[in-house]
């Protein structure tokens, strides 16, 4: 059973950092593409990056380019998104995403 739990959100003042965390078990974690994801209060859900099986990880949201940072840790089965220079459009749920599966969520609020 494929199953992936986020972890590391939080309230955090614009310009602060947060590092969320995706634990995951159920399967070769190391063979498959695994994707961060968005959503904000009213607005559509938006792919924040993904990281290929090889490493290479990529950010698709231009509006967290240079901000954000994805990883993953073969050893730990986990994959990261380190969060720079938040500011307070970055409030929303993020969820970790592979094999077609979701997360439950973890809420990042930015604000003062």
């Known amino acids: 059973q494929v199953q992936l739990v986020e972890s590391g959100g939080g309230l955090v003042q614009p310009g602060g950092s947060l590092t969320l965390s995706c634990a995951t078990s159920?399967?070769?974690?190391?063979?498959?593409?695994m994707t961060w994801s968005r959503q904000a209060p009213g607005k559509e859900r938006e792919l924040v990056a993904e990281?290929?099986?090889?490493?290479?990880?990529?950010v698709r949201l231009d509006s967290v380019k240079g901000r954000f940072t994805i990883s993953r840790d073969k050893a730990k089965n986990t994959v990261y998104l380190q969060m720079n220079s938040l500011k307070p459009e970055d409030t929303a749920i993020y969820y970790c995403?592979?094999?077609?599966?979701w997360g439950q969520g973890t809420q990042v609020t930015v604000s003062s």
């Open positions: 995403t592979g094999l077609g599966v």
């Open positions: 159920g399967f070769t974690f190391s063979r498959y593409i």
């Open positions: 990281i290929l099986s090889d490493g290479g990880g990529r």
